[in-house]
């Protein structure tokens, strides 16, 4: 069974830094589409970043600069540092996963697996 388990979110003040991790277990897929996407209350959800099968990375004009992703494939780890965080940023974070999707077609939000997220809360 697939389960991918978000940490390190929290509350900080703007300017301020959070690393969040994304565990993955029962996943043995090592070539694959892996994003994190957000979701503030009322609003849409919005993809921020993700590797595509290649291990090229993509984000969203909102982060871009501020956020960074990464992967440790021993661990089976993806990460999403963020930077210069603004109170825009406020939202809950999922990770998500999957083997065969068009990686960059399909928004990371409708990747098949997904984590039950993380909260981020920035304050002015």
């Known amino acids: 069974q697939v389960r991918l388990v978000e940490s390190g979110g929290g509350s900080v003040q703007a300017g301020g830094s959070l690393r969040l991790s994304c565990a993955a277990s029962g996943y043995t897929f090592s070539s694959d589409c892996m994003g994190w996407f957000r979701q503030a209350p009322g609003k849409e959800r919005e993809e921020v970043a993700h590797?595509?099968?290649?291990?090229?990375?993509s984000y969203a004009d909102s982060v871009r600069g501020r956020f960074t992703i990464s992967k440790d494939s021993r661990k089976n780890t993806r990460y999403l540092q963020m930077n210069n965080l603004k109170p825009e940023d406020t939202a809950m974070y999922y990770c998500?996963?999957?083997?065969?999707?068009?990686?960059?077609?399909?928004?990371?939000?409708?990747?098949?697996?997904r984590g039950k997220g993380t909260q981020v809360t920035v304050s002015s």
């Open positions: 998500t996963r999957d083997p065969t999707a068009d990686c960059n077609r399909l928004p990371s939000y409708d990747y098949r697996y």
């Open positions: 590797f595509d099968s290649t291990g090229r990375m």
